[in-house]
């Protein structure tokens, strides 16, 4: 599968952004999704998560309450609705996806990742 992430901008603080992660190649059901985010530097970071059939979500706890991850499994698409962004959301987002149920979502486990799309937060 090829993935693909786009929406990316750059927003004042207290803002919203949608970001969406479309495949190709195969049917996204197929498929658990994350969105990980990394900034220059540092290692790249759990943002969300969302299963198979869009029954569990999973969240970084700096954006619970803030982000919102859903599926649409008939457009092939995942998305990542950020809303009240701040400062510390700048980041490169990305979008990755695996086969295989487990309970943690490290991103030496995606088998398969999406180029990333720049999110940037001005104060």
């Known amino acids: 599968v090829q993935l693909q992430a786009s929406g990316g901008g750059l927003v004042q603080a207290g803002a919203s952004l949608r970001l969406s992660c479309e495949a190709s190649g195969r049917p996204l059901s197929t498929y658990a999704i994350g969105w990980f985010r990394q900034t220059p530097g540092k290692e790249r970071e759990f943002v969300a998560a969302?299963?198979?059939?869009?029954?569990?979500?999973t969240y970084a706890d700096s954006v619970k309450g803030r982000f919102t991850i859903s599926r649409d499994d008939a457009q092939n698409a995942v998305y990542l609705q950020m809303n009240s962004l701040k400062p510390e959301d700048t980041a490169v987002y990305y979008c990755?996806?695996?086969?295989?149920?487990?309970?943690?979502?490290?991103?030496?486990?995606?088998?398969?990742w999406g180029k990333g799309t720049q999110v940037t937060v001005s104060s």
């Open positions: 990755a996806a695996r086969t295989y149920y487990s309970g943690t979502w490290a991103q030496n486990g995606m088998e398969h």
């Open positions: 969302i299963n198979w059939g869009g029954g569990m979500t």
